[in-house]
Each structure stands twice: as C-alpha cells, then as structure tokens.
C-alpha cells in the first residue's frame, strides 16, 4: 500500500510539471514587416562636372528600416538575383563594367519571425580604367603572343576560398597533375592580340579539347548536358576582351589589382568552366597568374600559364 502512494505520488507531481509546461505561452511579438526602407547610393567622386562618379565605379550603399533586424542587398537585378549579406547595413561596391551604366540595385529588409520588405533603386555609375602599359605589353607582346596552362610547376591549378584568403588553400596541383587524367589542359592555347590600344581580342584553340564541366556549369556552348570534369571536344572560338579594375579588393602587394574581362561565351583561360572575370595576380613576359570566381559557390581558382 505504501508503494502504491509513492507511484501515486509520483505520478500526480509528474502531472503537475506537465501541465505546467504545457500552458506555458511564448510570444514572438509583432510579425509586422520593416517599414520605411530606403536605399542611400553615394557615388564616389560626384559633382556638377561628373555626375555619375569620378570613374572609379565606387558606390557605398546603406539601407535602412523601421523594425529590420538584419539587410541584404542585390547589386545589379538585370542578372540572376544574388542577394549579399550587409553586416552593418553599409556596404561599398565597385562596378566595373566600362562606360557609364545604370544597376537596378535590390535592397532586403528582415524583421521578426523571417518577415521582409524590398526595394529597388537604379544607380547610375561611371567606370574608366586604363591598364599599367607594362601589363598590355607582357600579355601580348605588343602584338599577339599565345600562353598555355604552365604544366612544369607545382600550383599551376587550385582552388581556394573566394572570400577571406588569396591562396590555393583547399587543393593545389603538382608538376604534370593532369597529364593523364586530361592532356587538353596543357595543349590549349590562349592567343591574346591587341589589335589596336583600346580594343583586344582572345582566340582559344583546342586541339585535344576544352578542359571543362558540364551542363551549367560550363561557361562555353556545345558540352554534353552531364558529365564530371574532363576533356570535351570543343573547336575553340574568339571573342573580344577588355581590362577593367579587379572586383576582388585583393590588396595591391598580392595583386596587378586589373582583370581580364572576357565577352560573349566562346573563350575562355585555361578551365572552361570560369566566370569572365580573370585578376592578374601577377604577370611578366613569360608567366602568368591568375585567379577567378569558379562555378562553385565561394570558390576560387588559380591557374599559372607560360608563354610560347
């Protein structure tokens, strides 16, 4: 009987608590979404003389709301919406695409319980940019000169952390890494000609192949739809490019701080699976080294090519 009151017991304290916690109300508050947002661009450099900027392509944007917690921004709507995280709610961003053009820039707002407002302000910006002489006349030689994927040294291939870093820390390739395993990395050759001081050209020959992904991917028409990195037949192509201040912000102890801006989608630098942005890191009349966002969220690729 006393065993029998002490389960009792048990059982009507264990009740209590359970009930207790049951009527126990949480309260996530007002779900109201941001209120009162608003996008502030201030373009680096302007005045009544130049206004849409000195050319430098700065723009320091902040965006503000009632009841926001947190802030994300999309620089250019007329692409694939990619909205970055804003820390602080201020953010400059360079714009480097030549001449003066005008970004439809997409602001987020988020409140409580993953609410949201947006809005959208067009941004006209002004970007020049006239590369070091010294890096033309490495590149091309004054007229044309052709580079390959430079096989002989160790890091002529690797990947890395886009953000936060500037090396190949997650993979980097050794000596002949691909000799076997995709000859066409090493045969394909990349001719950059300045055809006059202010227009260039780049013609990629592929004797065994493009050196690519597949499907999405790929940066370059007519791959195969599915298929993990190899050598895919390619008749290579030419198409112009131009040189435009690096959107890295890689400091200039590490970096020329100018990339090469490819156009169109039949070229490409060494993989053929890169966006077409390419930063020379560095460059002298017989070596080459560059970097680019990969196809891969967050990553990086390095790629060292040596004259013919």
């Excluded at 160790?154 to 395993?181: L, M, Q, Y």
């Amino acid at each position: 009987m006393k065993n029998i009151s002490k389960l009792f017991s048990s059982f009507l304290i264990a009740s209590l608590l359970l009930t207790a916690c049951t009527d126990k109300q949480y309260d996530l508050g007002d779900l109201t979404a941001p209120t009162n947002i608003v996008i502030t661009a201030v373009v680096k450099g302007t005045s009544t003389a130049t206004p849409n900027g000195d050319g430098s392509g700065d723009v320091t944007f902040t965006v503000t709301a009632d009841n926001a917690l947190s802030y994300k921004i999309d620089y250019d709507a007329t692409n694939a919406l990619d909205l970055v995280f804003m820390p602080t709610g201020t953010v400059t961003k360079k714009f480097t695409t030549l001449g003066t053009n005008t970004y439809k820039v997409t602001a987020v707002a988020y409140g409580r319980g993953g609410t949201s407002s947006s809005i959208t302000k067009d941004v006209t910006v002004l970007s020049t940019f006239s590369p070091d002489p010294s890096i033309v006349a490495n590149l091309t030689g004054g007229s044309n000169k052709t580079w390959y994927v430079d096989k002989s040294v160790a890091g002529h291939f690797g990947v890395g952390p886009f953000s936060g870093s500037i090396t190949p820390e997650w993979w980097s390739a050794s000596i002949n890494e691909k000799v076997t395993a995709a000859p066409c990395f090493y045969t394909a050759g990349f001719k950059f000609t300045a055809v006059s001081a202010t227009s260039y050209t780049l013609q990629v020959t592929t004797p065994d192949g493009a050196f690519s992904k597949t499907g999405s991917l790929a940066s370059i028409p007519g791959l195969p739809g599915s298929g993990g990195e190899d050598c895919y037949a390619y008749a290579g192509g030419t198409g112009n490019f131009s040189f435009i201040p690096a959107s890295s912000a890689i400091p200039a102890a590490s970096s020329t701080q100018t990339s090469i801006l490819l156009s169109g989608n039949s070229t490409f630098i060494g993989y053929g699976s890169l966006q077409k942005e390419y930063e020379i890191l560095s460059i002298t009349p017989t070596t080459m080294y560059l970097r680019a966002q990969g196809t891969e969220t967050g990553n990086a690729w390095y790629i060292k090519l040596k004259a013919q």
